[in-house]
């Protein structure tokens, strides 16, 4: 019985002379007794002073680590912490809302990949629109644009997106175009000339970067403004100068320009 007691005063003793440890992001340790993680703060004393209790903020801390071999992680950046975001919506249809002004009529679909990053993809139909210029024009194009949203300048405690989908970007943007249009050639001669028309095709490609602004409404209805500038090239003259979702230069002047509304649904 004596020899039972003595193990568990020596088992006891190791107990409480055993150590927490809470483990800074800059590699620090502090060891300790921790009593209490906190929503801001996780408090701690040393052994040799227990009556005095400390606290360290919790966005300074990687893990606490505490003697019985449990390990507790501290939360990263809540910004990118997705339980915020469980019942939002991350899909969303949208259409170019004045595309079909400029002769076109324009289809997205956007996908969040997670916080502060989402993709989205266009499909253009040239032709689908008011054919301003009276080419007849017929074709597609398509865009690839990958978003990266903004966070705030400065980071609170908790702090997250009101919506996953929602806020200022930048996203850098592929795009392709394809159509056939009537071209117009003047023969001029003497004091006259005639005109004929020959079907002609287009090809262009640009690389943009956008800037731009989304807003969702009640989890559903999704408003996007946006521009952009890039590079551009098309295979037609400087003069022939097509607004069917990007504008792209000739050789001589490679830029390219986009610019739009967009109104769609999340899902």
């Not at 287009?202 to 500038?229: C, E, H, P, R, T």
């Amino acid at each position: 019985m004596k020899h039972l007691l003595s193990l568990l005063l020596i088992i006891l003793s190791i107990t409480a002379l055993a150590q927490d440890k809470i483990i800074k992001k800059s590699g620090d340790v502090i060891n300790c007794k921790v009593t209490e993680l906190g929503a801001m703060q996780v408090k701690y004393y040393y052994s040799d002073n227990p009556k005095l209790v400390f606290g360290i903020d919790k966005a300074l801390i990687e893990k606490v680590e505490f003697a019985t071999g449990e390990i507790v992680e501290m939360g990263k950046n809540s910004f990118k912490n997705e339980e915020y975001y469980t019942n939002q919506s991350k899909h969303a249809i949208k259409v170019n809302f004045l595309s079909p002004l400029a002769g076109s009529l324009e289809l997205v679909y956007e996908q969040s990949i997670k916080p502060g990053r989402s993709w989205e993809t266009s499909l253009g139909i040239i032709g689908a629109g008011v054919d301003v210029m009276e080419i007849s024009p017929f074709g597609f194009y398509g865009k690839f644009a990958y978003k990266f949203i903004k966070s705030p300048d400065f980071y609170i405690q908790n702090m997250h997106y009101a919506h996953i989908l929602k806020g200022g970007y930048i996203a850098p943007e592929i795009a392709l175009r394809y159509f056939a249009y009537d071209k117009q050639n003047y023969n001029y001669y003497y004091g006259s000339y005639d005109s004929s028309t020959e079907r002609t095709d287009n090809f262009s490609f640009a690389i943009m970067l956008k800037l731009g602004k989304q807003w969702v409404f009640d989890d559903a209805f999704i408003v996007d403004l946006y521009f952009g500038v890039g590079y551009g090239f098309c295979n037609n003259d400087a003069y022939d100068v097509f607004n069917y979702g990007f504008i792209a230069g000739d050789n001589e002047f490679p830029m390219s320009g986009t610019a739009g509304i967009r109104i769609g649904w999340g899902f």
